[in-house]
């Protein structure tokens, strides 16, 4: 496998667990649980991710920009994560920042998958490729169990 396929498909991941969020109500047991589930693969993602593929990435000119800009957009992330998690599940402020956080999340997935994948593609060998996805998979089952 290669690292961009085993990253698309956290990403669907994380695009199904909000689209089942943002189609939930009140505070309910489905919303805590599907939420502590996206709260989890949006952090063992990124921490997986920023190892294993944008630190190698870093050490290229043509991505190092890039590669910071995506590491600052998970920061960016993590911060609407604090704004849902402090506000009542069963208010309507808990949705609007739950879908201030959708837009953020699909925004940064997209933009990976759209622009920055391409970039990758062009610096890193099919060796490299394959590592990465390998240790980013690792990363993530180490951090799973």
Avoid: C
């Avoid at 939420?35 to 593929?53: G, M, P, S, V």
């Avoid at 630190?55 to 920009?65: H, K, N, R, S, Y």
Wanted: charged share 30%.
């Amino acid at each position: 496998m290669k690292i961009f396929e085993a990253l698309r498909q956290d990403h669907e991941k994380q695009r199904l667990l909000m689209n089942i969020l943002t189609k939930t109500s009140g505070s309910s047991q489905s919303r805590v649980s599907y939420f502590a589930e996206l709260k989890t693969e949006l952090a063992n993602h990124a921490l997986a991710e920023e190892r294993h593929f944008y630190a190698p990435l870093m050490e290229f000119d043509d991505t190092i920009e890039t590669s910071r800009h995506a590491v600052a957009e998970h920061h960016e992330i993590d911060e609407l994560i604090d704004k849902v998690e402090q506000a009542d599940m069963s208010s309507s402020a808990w949705m609007a920042h739950m879908k201030n956080l959708q837009h953020k999340v699909l925004h940064h997935l997209a933009e990976e998958e759209r622009e920055f994948f391409q970039q990758a593609r062009k610096v890193l060998s099919a060796k490299q490729n394959t590592n990465l996805a390998d240790a980013y998979q690792h990363e993530m089952r180490v951090q799973a169990s």
